[in-house]
């Protein structure tokens, strides 16, 4: 697991194995079943997560007790409710497990010591927040100009094993399409 955070962090900023110690401490591990919560909505969010196996989604809940599925995360991704775990307030938000999931979990006060303890991992961070923004701002456009075939179609070249990890209900909901439309989609 140690291994697989270095091999991570390393695709943007090399590390040495001093200073990957120090990055190391900065998190805890946690395991979570399928099914299991590591953000429900309306409470405090302690972590950001990094996903070293299984896979979760993030979830908003409308007032009518609609699920929208904001994302779906796996193995080496991070997840959280960023703007709650960023500006300490509560969940709006849940995150659940679609699988046994194994995450390491930083802090909002680790992760500040991180960034000033070690000016890599500042840089490190940034890339990752700037190319998160990127994919929320293509999901936008796609949704504002692609009709639901197309976002279908991009989703399914962009992430194929998904389709094999959840149900199509799942991609349904991410796709903000019927279950049937969807079935109408994929034949």
């Known amino acids: 697991m140690k291994a697989d955070l270095r091999a991570h962090i390393e695709k943007i900023i090399p590390l040495t194995d001093e200073e990957f110690d120090f990055v190391i401490s900065h998190f805890s591990t946690k395991k979570f079943k399928k099914h299991q919560f590591l953000i429900q909505k309306d409470e405090p969010v ?9 896979l979760v989604k993030l979830v908003f809940t409308d007032e009518s007790g609609k699920e929208h599925i904001v994302s779906f995360a796996m193995e080496d991704w ?18 659940e497990c679609l699988e046994d999931t194994e ?3 930083c802090t909002l ?5 991180l960034c000033d303890g070690l000016q890599k991992m500042e840089r490190f961070f940034l890339e990752k927040a700037t190319f998160g923004f990127l994919g929320s701002q293509r999901r936008i456009i796609s949704w504002l100009t692609s009709n639901s075939k197309e976002r ?20 349904a909901s991410y796709l903000g399409v019927s279950r049937e439309t969807l079935s109408r989609l994929s034949s």
Do not use: N
Request: aromatic share 22%; hydrophobic share 30%; net charge positive.
């Open 78 to 95: 991070w997840e959280s409710d960023f703007y709650a775990y960023y500006t300490q307030t509560k969940a709006t938000m849940s995150l």
């Open 109 to 113: 006060e680790d992760y500040k010591k």
């Open 46 to 54: 302690h972590y950001s997560y990094f996903i070293i196996t299984g």
């Open 152 to 171: 279908y179609e991009q989703l399914l070249k962009q992430y194929p094993t998904l389709f094999q990890r959840v149900s199509k209900s799942q991609i």
């Open 103 to 105: 995450v390491l979990c």
